[in-house]
């Protein structure tokens, strides 16, 4: 068991609001975080995808009636859509009532879908809180390796072995693409969508190219689109977008595109050990994903992210605007000599970065030209969680 940094912001928000909507995919510990909550004040707690828990919401202002006082937890609630309307008028009576918070904490595994239902019924009632997979700042840096190999999902992170985490990634897999994914509705074959994903994989971090893409499966660009539309709802694809400021030069408008955890990655490509990771050609893009993820997780809520590409080649992996305003560059090599290109300098002094950063594989911070920074991602992440 790992001290989970949602955690806190879960609670916060409990405090503050009357409801709660947690986000994560599918065995990322959004239930075990969820049933640590309940063991600390009055709580009940319904499956919404056991038959039984949905039978108790037949008739849902009377038992949610009795329940006042104490916190519901409603898991997987994007299987009952129309739950949310009676949500409202629940937390509107309780409000009356002087009850104003932590009345209802919603877990679901479907971003968008799950936004959608909920947008408009619970306006000004809920914060949102998304859960990312276990993170380096839980588990330590002495497990950095550990945590790139396998990925942040608990049963994967923490497996016997290797060959036991590996089996587990690709059980989850075959789970999302045969069972999940057509519960949510969309009918796509299981067999497309895993070359889909694992086409992802192999351009881990690169630019979107929904031609070559649509090429390569056979399918229209809208097609395409629909696919990432789909793993990005589920948190499970990130498109990362371009820098959108007016900076005076041609810049690259596609969005970069990662499978979010490192884990999965290497599962999409059969890859189990270190050794065929390092021997592989993604590794550059699979340390660039896992450090940028990481990143954005540590970052303070309300921090934009996005890349930065002029046609002239200035580039910068990730931007990050802070809600103070603050931008920071940020380069990631996985390699032990801190050294940058030219462009990224150029790019830093185009989007008026005011803190410079490279991570990369080496252990000591090291400061360089023109105020870059070489740093290890556990001391980088310990800088950028000081700034919530």
């Known amino acids: 068991m790992y001290s989970r940094n949602t955690l806190k912001a879960v609670l916060s928000a409990l405090n503050v609001q009357a409801a709660a909507v947690l986000l994560g995919p599918r065995q990322v510990g959004k239930t075990t975080l969820a049933l640590e909550i309940a063991a600390q004040r009055p709580s009940v707690y319904l499956d919404l995808e056991r038959e039984g828990d949905r039978q108790i919401l037949t008739e849902p202002d009377l038992y949610l009636d009795e329940q006042t006082g104490k916190l519901v937890i409603l898991d997987e609630v994007q299987q009952l859509p129309g739950l949310f309307q009676t949500l409202r008028g629940q937390i509107d009576r309780r409000r009356r009532e002087g009850a104003r918070t932590g009345q209802f ?21 809920v914060r949102y809180i998304e859960m990312p997979p276990l993170q380096l700042t839980e588990v330590g840096a002495d497990h950095l390796t550990q945590l790139w190999l396998r990925g942040g999902f608990p049963d994967s992170f923490q497996a016997d072995n290797d060959r036991d985490s590996l089996d587990w990634r690709e059980d989850f897999l075959r789970t999302y ?11 796509v074959p299981a067999t497309t969508l895993r070359r889909f994903w694992t086409m992802l994989a192999h351009a881990q971090g690169g630019l979107l190219n929904a031609a070559a893409l649509a090429e390569g499966l056979g399918v229209s660009g809208q097609t395409i689109g629909r696919y990432l539309d789909l793993l990005v709802d589920l948190m499970l694809v990130r498109r990362l977008p371009p820098w959108h400021r007016n900076v005076g030069k041609r810049l690259v408008k596609s969005p970069k595109v990662y499978v979010r955890d490192s884990g999965l990655v290497h599962a999409l490509l059969g890859l189990g050990t270190l050794e065929s990771l390092l021997a592989h050609p993604v590794v550059g893009g699979s340390w660039e994903g896992f450090c940028l993820e990481s990143l954005i997780a540590a970052a303070p809520p309300g921090t ?74 556990a001391s980088a992440l310990a800088l950028l969680g000081g700034q919530g």
């Open 304 to 377: 934009e992210a996005a890349f930065y590409r002029t046609a002239a080649g200035a580039e910068l992996d990730l931007v990050l605007t802070l809600p103070g305003g603050a931008v920071w560059a940020i380069e990631i090599k996985r390699t032990t000599t801190p050294k940058v290109s030219r462009g990224f300098h150029i790019g830093a002094e185009d989007i008026g970065a005011t803190r410079r950063l490279l991570i990369y594989a080496g252990t000591q911070e090291v400061p360089l030209a023109e105020g870059l920074r070489a740093l290890p991602l």
């Open 177 to 187: 693409l045969e069972r999940d994914i057509p519960a949510l509705g969309p009918r």
């Open 105 to 125: 904490l919603l877990l679901g595994s479907a971003s968008n879908v799950l936004l959608q239902q909920s947008a408009e019924s619970l306006a000004g009632r």
